[in-house]
């Protein structure tokens, strides 16, 4: 599967965005999809994920009650919806893709498949 992220750009502080994942070459109903980001300087940090039937997520801590995980109906398409952002958000945001597993992987080297990142600017 080829992921394509976008979506990304300029928002203040309190504000959102919904960031966007295209998928070609399969559907995402074949593997667990996730969101990550990283900031300058800094580690991979999952934000959000999503299973292969769309029904079951899980969220990072920092995110749980802002960020929102979706799938489209026909598979195609994933996304992120985020609210009330904060400058300390300011990353680069990648989709992934995991092959379906016991559970929903929550670490970076459990995806196989990644897009090339959407970057998000949050000002204060």
């Known amino acids: 599967v080829q992921l394509q992220a976008s979506g990304g750009g300029l928002v203040q502080a309190g504000g959102s965005l919904r960031l966007s994942c295209a998928a070609s070459g399969s559907t995402m109903s074949n593997y667990n999809m996730g969101w990550f980001r990283q900031a300058p300087g800094k580690d991979y940090t999952f934000l959000a994920a999503?299973?292969?039937?769309?029904?079951?997520?899980n969220y990072a801590d920092s995110v749980k009650g802002r960020f929102t995980i979706s799938r489209s109906n026909t598979g195609s398409t994933l996304y992120l919806q985020m609210n009330s952002l904060k400058p300390e958000e300011t990353a680069v945001y990648y989709c992934?893709?995991?092959?379906?597993?016991?559970?929903?992987?929550?670490?970076?080297?459990?995806?196989?498949?990644w897009g090339q990142g959407t970057l998000v600017t949050v000002s204060s």
């Open positions: 999503i299973d292969w039937s769309g029904v079951i997520t």
């Open positions: 992934a893709a995991s092959d379906v597993g016991p559970r929903l992987p929550k670490h970076r080297d459990e995806y196989q498949y």
